[in-house]
């Protein structure tokens, strides 16, 4: 399994940014495709957005498109999410994860690896 790390969650007002940045172990990096789920309270989990192993595929949810950008350099073994023009339902904790069965099935929910979890705050 690749072991994740997030980092780079806060607070921010409406309108803002913030840039998470996940963190892999393990020399199979490169051979994972990486998203970005979250979860709100008292919601479930949800999809966010996906970037195949080689970058070249990304999926977004519609609630995000045209505001968030997935990217990742595999010779840092790092996927990041780029958040822009930020909104107060973007308020939850973003989760890291990787799968090796596809960027297709990893937005779907097969899930090899999970971090723990940023808290990201949009203050309206």
């Known amino acids: 399994q690749v072991q994740l790390v997030e980092s780079g969650g806060g607070l921010v007002q409406a309108g803002g940014s913030l840039r998470l940045s996940c963190a892999a172990s393990?020399?199979?990096?490169?051979?994972?495709?990486m998203g970005w789920f979250r979860q709100a309270p008292g919601k479930e989990r949800e999809f966010v957005a996906v970037?195949?192993?080689?970058?070249?595929?990304?999926r977004y949810a519609d609630s995000v498109k045209g505001r968030f950008t997935i990217s990742r350099d595999n010779a840092k073994n790092t996927v990041y999410l780029q958040m822009n023009s930020l909104k107060s339902e973007d308020s939850a904790v973003y989760y890291c994860?990787?799968?090796?069965?596809?960027?297709?099935?990893?937005?779907?929910?097969?899930?090899?690896?999970w971090g723990q979890g940023t808290q990201v705050t949009v203050s309206s």
């Open positions: 994860a990787a799968g090796n069965r596809g960027y297709v099935l990893l937005a779907s929910g097969s899930i090899g690896s």
């Open positions: 970037i195949s192993a080689s970058g070249g595929s990304l």
């Open positions: 393990g020399r199979i990096f490169s051979s994972n495709a």
